[in-house]
């Protein structure tokens, strides 16, 4: 039987003489295989000493001889000191209290160090102001040791010695001819550094000090000089909040200096029926809207009108032209703020003099008690209007010298271009930094400086609250802090330490300078009287302006900073450029967030392909003569329609590993320091591949993930409406899981000794991700480069997991699963299902859980392993033995939590995977009480089982009981706004017995019946409306 | 130095078997003759200090002071700060009474500073040189006190001409013991090829008579050969190679179990630090040293400003003579004093100026106890806690010349031990409940380490 049917694999093949094909059909390999290029080569074969037999003599000899050799162990050299500090015991941590200041980050911190060397950063809880280290803080050890330093002085890219360096600078100095020197600095807040400087001005005439942010405050800042004669930021006590207005502040982000999230949680936890309410207008998703009651996507100029109308409403006077449905919206929360009283407040992060002079007014008439301008923020200190004039004159040839000292301008001023060329024509181009960066490279001297952990200095938080800076290890490098050079060059002898006890002696209190650099900070002495200041703002005649000022045609782009990356100081910091953003869930870029309406309208897509990992379109933005070319996009749930953001401080290229030269530079387009722009944008060819670790984006109306109830029915109902404990059928009757009939396992007995567990309150976590990094430091987790976090091989031990509502709440979310009936239809559950898994496209609600190892139970990991890696302790954790393991990954398979992380490669001391755990300066970084890991063994949360045997240890050895606030996980005790709480729940007395009988609390997935040993507190929004 | 350093390795056991098997008789032979030499060698030197002991006594009962009275008072009051005949914190005292005048002598010893207060230029000028550090005053010494120990400290030092003969004779015993080896192989092999030539030639020699006799060597009638038999026994054949089966993973699975496994591992250090003596000899407390075993997870080798609290003061070890002596056979004082000044060299302490140089040079040591990265060990869990000598898991410290590591340090020894030992809970708080509800538990009154829990896993494994 013949067939007519002709079978084709490609279109070329229906052609009748297509050379092609008849090409292909005689090969089999479409490429040639280049055996020919050595065998052919009949000379290089001849002249080949190596014969077959040799060759399998030396692979016989190789394997006889490697066999042989790995019977011997290595002889292993320990080379003990030979004057011991008196302090240092080998195995046995100290700790020292400074200050980072870096001049965007500013936190007092507690630094953990081994052997001299720091591993660790930890939260300064004597600190009153800035105390709670955020993800950066954490991650700024790694810093310390990052490859990429200058290592020495340099001139003309030539090392050289501080006395050569010093005796150019002097001569250089002295021949400038009355050109004017400029020291651009980044923000010190250090009222050392800013006697030391007019010291220098006094000896060096015609000097002048520009303070330049990378991301500037500088409207609000110049706001607060223009109504309290000072230029500082109002401080704000969120926690005395309650009721707080936002109009696109992202306070629990970075917003003027950031720190913010400790205080504003407090408020958030309901106590006695009573939570802070919570209400954004914002264009971007932000952390503070993802954690609102309410939030209002609005665009940049929207919210100027917003302001502005509320103002009108709180002091009285103007209308406004808002559509009827935001009026109202405005009109109900500023009901609120009244009713708050002293407890209200409104913030807002536009980036105008008049909107700033408003909020000032506002948050005034309102006599907020959470506003403190007396104790004011010195944090941020740059000045817009300054760095602009000098790029002026430094290109009109007045300026003769340039001293730099933690900025990149040449990176990230808008108008670099023109800076750079400037900086080429001056005399003498002098910078202080830590790396080869951008401005680095441009100048002609270069000085190396220590990392904060190698420094002294001081830091003026708050007017009245100081911190201290003192090094934790001897200087790595040939390094020499700015305030040194300084000190030399104007011909002072003393140390730069000497000098800070010196000017501080009359700031201290009663215990002195021991005592203060023991706790790393101090309250003033003389928290002198605010004097009265008559301000000449017109604010009545602000708010005008700012209703009017704004009107937009295109798209307004609102620039922020990222969780992760902030200004973009460490963007060579593996562990930051790994952990994924709280909202996007994408490390290792950034990208530019479009509302869903304009994507469809510049037909943008994002996909996810097969293996799951998301694409994205690439657009080009363009702002008058600007472009930023191919900038990947992340269609954000949530962003106000015609509205995109993308974030600052990536894009960097000078001193930064290869890896991590990542994402767009965005800062040509912060034109005047302005971070709201209009742009256009254009679609560009290609599909960006983005390594984003949160494939699943909604919540399904599970509810037995996430807990979300409101406070009028928390307050009003009982337990099981709101917190329901899941029930199995047993002889035909409801029976709670949590019941031990239910169980198919035998109990352990746990009352004896200690019993671990940890509670997360959803309503506390802001999602800022510092316990993500905390728990990378702590734990040697391994950082596994972009390429693998897309194909879902991320190693993070703790992920804080984000959801979006489907519909415009989650509560509508669980109506609509719950309404469905039958397949199809309008209430069919196949429709249904599928729609639920998109989020919301006008306006969704958020909710971040962190999610590590459950340590439950009754584990189903453990029953499955098959060589008894894991297993259970007494004490409550689900221990792993990584010499045990074999890798069978069945245990990955079974877990219903997903917190199980495999080890596909060797991450340390492996070329394909270059980060810190590959190079020996990096790998100091590691905590030497934790092992890490090799290839094909699995790991996961231990519940830090070397912190809690630490701790039993320490007590053991006192004799004594441990106290409760002594058993602490690097999550716990990195989460400033206190939603991970870890304790014993034997002992009756501490805190985390009390939370777990709280009503809100419930375990992760109960109906499984784990029994975990980590519980969650139920969100509580305040929905309640006036 | 002697070589000591047992690591398991095929290569090396192999050809430490054919060694033993070539030299082992010879070997003993030339131990005992060098031992014979050392032996005379420091029994001419005792003499010859002995004489000098009583030569030095005759000289000083012409100096009106009893040296064997100064000896005593000597060690008990002088002998802090002072040597006999090398600076220590305070000058040689041999030639003191050339240097100054007697009266002068018992005015210092008395109360230096009331001279250098005076302003006595001699007074004066020494406490210069002593960096400003006046001498205590000793006023309960009487003049005859001072007398004695100065004539104590006046005998003429021992002439140190027997020590570099003794050197002498040891090296010469040591190459000459390894060269008669080589010879006596030599011989001896020489000697077995002449028997077997001689063997040879003998039968030979007796089939060729016997053929010329004529006589017919009886050959006994070919039987089947035994291992032809045994082949053809099917059931031997079985048995014999399941025995041989068994023997061989019985070998197999020992060998496999020591991989990794140190236990006596001795290597040798870059200074020769003798626990006998330290521990042993002179009772140091283990923790003395190895402080940090009181507080961390790692006993820690002691930084050399440890060795030096005593070193600064202790140069050398006493000879021989003393009846105190750390010297033994194998290792003569020169030998420790060299060690000692590896001490000093590594530390920058120059002991004839009495300071440190600032030149450190960190000494490697050559780590023992090497355990596994992924096991966590605390010292002070161990020592402090439960009270654990450290000879039980290190063994007779005090007895070891060379340190070597005593215990297997393998995972059942650790259980075992945990398994055995009760947990000490008598007057420790963190104990109290615990303990009392859990021997309820267990219906027990001693409550054993294992049923506290410590042999989870993740107790030692994170």
């Not at chain 1, 970084?925 to 045997?949: A, F, H, W, Y």
């Amino acid at each position: 039987m013949s067939s007519n049917k002709k079978y084709w694999k490609s279109v070329e093949e229906l052609k009748n003489d297509s050379p092609i094909v008849e090409t292909l059909q005689q090969k089999e390999f479409a490429e040639e295989i280049p055996t020919d290029e050595f065998l052919g080569n009949k000379e290089s074969l001849e002249s080949s000493q190596t014969s077959r037999r040799d060759f399998l003599k030396f692979v016989g000899f190789s394997t006889a001889a490697a066999s042989l050799a790995a019977c011997e162990g290595p002889v292993v050299k320990s080379i003990p000191y030979v004057v011991q500090p008196e302090r240092i015991v080998p195995g046995v941590a100290n700790y020292y209290a400074t200050t980072i200041a870096d001049g965007f980050d500013f936190s007092s911190v507690l630094v953990k160090t081994r052997e001299g060397r720091p591993i660790k950063i930890e939260n300064n809880k004597l600190g009153k102001v800035n105390s709670g280290a955020n993800a950066r803080v954490h991650a700024s050890v790694l810093s310390l040791y990052d490859n990429q330093r200058v290592k020495r002085p340099m001139i003309k890219g030539e090392s050289v010695s501080w006395e050569k360096f010093d005796r150019e600078i002097s001569s250089r100095l002295n021949a400038l001819g009355g050109k004017e020197i400029v020291l651009l600095t980044q923000t010190f807040a250090s009222p050392s550094t800013d006697k030391l400087i007019e010291e220098f001005s006094a000896k060096y005439s015609n000097v002048k000090h520009v303070v330049y942010d990378a991301v500037s405050e500088d409207a609000a800042l110049s706001a607060f000089e223009a109504k309290y004669g000072m230029r500082a930021l109002p401080n704000y006590d969120f926690s005395k909040a309650e009721t707080i207005v936002s109009v696109g502040a992202d306070f629990l982000g970075d917003w003027q200096g950031g720190g913010y999230d400790g205080g504003y949680a407090k408020g958030r936890i309901p106590k006695n029926g009573k939570m802070s309410r919570h209400i954004q207008f914002e264009s971007n998703m932000t952390l503070s809207g993802a954690n609102a009651d309410k939030r209002v996507p609005v665009t940049p100029s929207k919210q100027k009108e917003i302001l502005s109308a509320i103002y009108g409403y709180v002091v009285g006077g103007g209308s406004n032209n808002l559509s009827p449905e935001l009026d109202d919206i405005v009109v109900k929360a500023v009901e609120q703020l009244r009713r708050a009283r002293r407890g209200a407040v409104v913030v807002s992060g536009i980036d105008d003099v008049d909107a700033q002079l408003v909020v000032l007014a506002i948050n005034e008439a309102l006599s907020s008690e959470v506003m403190n301008v007396q104790d004011a923020r010195m944090i941020r200190q740059g000045n817009a209007d300054d760095v602009n004039q000098f790029v002026q004159r430094l290109n009109a040839g007045s300026v003769g010298a340039v001293i730099m000292a933690g900025v990149n301008p040449s990176y990230s001023l808008p108008n670099a271009d023109q800076f750079n060329k400037g900086l080429a024509e001056v005399d003498l181009a002098v910078d202080f930094t830590m790396k080869a960066d951008e401005t680095a490279t441009n100048c002609e001297f270069v000085a190396a400086t220590p990392h904060y952990l190698e420094s002294w200095g001081d830091v003026q938080l708050t007017k009245n609250h100081f911190s201290l800076m003192q090094p934790t290890i001897k200087p790595l490098f040939d390094t020499r802090q700015f305030q040194d050079a300084l000190l030399k060059w104007t011909g002072n002898d003393i140390s730069y330490y000497e000098y800070i006890k010196n000017n501080t002696k009359a700031n201290l209190g009663i215990g002195g300078w021991n005592d203060a650099l023991h706790d790393g900070v101090f309250v003033a002495n003389d928290t002198n009287v605010q004097s009265t200041f008559a301000t000449t703002a017109n604010i009545a005649s602000s708010a005008r302006k700012l209703a009017q000022s704004s009107k937009s045609n295109g798209l307004e782009l609102s620039l922020y900073t990222k969780t992760a990356l902030g200004d973009g100081q460490q963007a060579n910091n593996p562990w930051l450029q790994e952990m994924p953003d709280p909202i996007t869930r994408a490390s290792w870029d950034n990208y530019i967030t479009v509302s869903k309406a304009d994507a469809e309208r510049l037909e943008l897509m994002n996909e996810n392909v097969a293996n799951g990992a998301l694409n994205g379109s690439y657009v080009n933005v363009k702002l008058g003569d600007t472009v930023v070319k191919n900038v990947p996009v992340i269609i954000q749930p949530g962003q106000a329609k015609g509205s995109v953001g993308l974030s600052l401080g990536y894009g960097r290229k000078e001193a930064i590993q290869k890896e991590m030269q990542v994402g767009v530079n965005a800062y040509p387009l912060y034109k005047g320091f302005n971070k709201v722009q209009e742009v256009s944008l254009e679609k560009a060819a290609g599909v960006h591949e983005f390594a984003c670790v949160q494939l699943h984006n909604t919540l399904m109306g599970r509810g037995d993930v996430v807990k979300e109830t409101t406070l009028e029915i928390f307050n009003t109902k009982d337990k099981h409406v709101w917190n329901h404990t899941p029930e199995v059928s047993l002889n035909h009757e409801a029976t709670p899981v949590t019941s031990p009939e239910v169980d198919i396992w035998d109990e352990f007995d746990r009352e004896i000794g200690h019993h671990f567990n940890l509670s997360i309150d959803l309503n506390a976590c802001t999602g800022c991700g510092a316990c993500v990094i905390a728990c990378h430091s702590e734990n040697n987790v391994p950082v596994v480069g972009k390429s693998e976090v897309r194909r879902s091989r991320d190693m993070h031990w703790l992920r804080v997991d984000r959801y979006y509502s489907s519909e415009e709440t989650f509560a509508e979310d669980n109506e609509k699963k719950d309404n469905f009936s039958g397949l199809w239809g309008e209430d069919g559950s196949l429709g249904g299902f599928s729609e639920l898994e998109e989020a919301s496209t006008e306006n969704v609600q958020v909710v971040f859980q962190p999610v590590m190892c459950q340590h439950c139970n009754h584990a189903p990991c453990e029953t499955v392993c098959p060589v008894a890696a894991t297993s259970h302790g007494r004490q409550g954790q689900n221990h792993m033995a990584y010499n045990r393991c074999v890798g069978t990954r069945y245990c990955a398979n079974n877990c219903p939590y997903k917190v199980r992380r495999f080890n596909w490669f060797l991450y340390n001391k492996n070329d394909e995977f270059d980060y810190h755990m590959n190079n020996d300066l990096g790998r100091m970084v590691l905590n030497p009480d934790v092992t890490v890991r090799s290839r094909g063994v699995m790991e996961k949360c231990s519940m830090c089982i070397q912190m809690t045997q630490k701790a039993i240890l320490d007590a053991k050895r006192e004799g004594r009981e441990v106290k409760d606030d002594e058993f602490q996980t690097a999550c716990s005790s990195a989460c400033s706004s206190g939603a991970i709480v870890f304790g014993d729940i034997n002992d009756k007395e501490s805190e985390v017995n009390e939370l777990k009988k709280s009503d809100r609390m419930y375990h992760l997935l109960e109906h499984v019946g784990t029994k975990p040993n980590v519980f969650y507190h139920t969100k509580v929004r305040n929905t309640s409306e006036v | 130095m002697k070589k000591v350093s047992i690591r398991h390795s095929i290569s090396r056991i192999l050809l430490f078997a054919v060694v033993l098997l070539l030299s082992f008789s010879h070997n003993a032979i030339a131990q005992e003759e060098t031992a014979a030499k050392q032996a005379d060698a420091e029994k001419t030197s005792e003499a010859k200090a002995e004489a000098s002991e009583a030569s030095s006594g005759d000289a000083a009962a012409s100096m009106e002071g009893d040296p064997a009275k100064g000896k005593e008072l000597f060690n008990s009051l002088c002998a802090a700060c002072h040597k006999r005949y090398k600076r220590s914190t305070g000058p040689a005292l041999n030639g003191v009474t050339g240097r100054h005048e007697k009266q002068w002598l018992y005015q210092w010893i008395k109360n230096s500073s009331e001279m250098i207060a005076a302003g006595d230029p001699e007074a004066v000028a020494i406490y210069e040189e002593y960096n400003q550090t006046a001498m205590t005053a000793f006023p309960q010494l009487s003049n005859a006190d001072i007398d004695n120990i100065l004539a104590y400290v006046e005998q003429p030092k021992p002439e140190p001409t027997t020590p570099v003969a003794q050197a002498g004779a040891q090296a010469g015993g040591g190459s000459g013991g390894g060269l008669s080896t080589e010879v006596v192989l030599a011989v001896l092999a020489f000697v077995l090829l002449l028997l077997i030539v001689v063997l040879v030639l003998v039968n030979k020699t007796l089939n060729r008579f016997a053929e010329a006799n004529g006589i017919e060597v009886v050959k006994t009638p070919a039987r089947k050969p035994i291992w032809k038999a045994f082949v053809e026994n099917q059931f031997l054949v079985l048995v014999s190679s399941i025995f041989l089966l068994l023997v061989s993973a019985y070998f197999a699975y020992g060998y496999l179990m020591q991989v990794g496994v140190d236990q006596g591992y001795q290597p040798v250090q870059p200074i020769h630090f003798s626990h006998r003596i330290h521990a042993g000899d002179n009772q140091i407390e283990c923790k003395y040293c190895h402080s940090s075993a009181r507080v961390s997870k790692t006993s820690g080798i002691p930084s050399l400003n440890v060795c030096m609290n005593c070193h600064k003061s202790i140069g050398e070890v006493a000879d021989a003579s003393n009846k105190n002596t750390s010297v033994t056979e194998e290792y003569s004082k020169e030998f420790y004093d060299g060690e000692i000044a590896k001490l000093y060299d590594a530390v920058g302490w120059d002991p004839s100026t009495q300071s440190y140089n600032g030149e450190e040079k960190p000494v490697k040591w050559v780590r023992i106890h090497n355990l596994p990265d992924f096991a966590y060990f605390n010292h002070s869990q161990h020592v402090s806690v439960a009270g654990i000598a450290c000879q039980k898991c290190h063994g007779p410290v005090e007895e070891m010349e060379v340190m070597k590591q005593f215990a297997p340090l393998t995972m059942g020894w650790c259980i075992n031990c945990h398994r055995e030992t009760n947990v000490k809970v008598e007057g420790n708080k963190y104990y109290e409940k615990i303990h009392e509800e859990l021997s309820k538990k267990y219906g027990v009154e001693q409550l054993t380490a294992a049923q506290m829990g410590a042999l989870e896993c993740g107790k030692c494994h994170y």
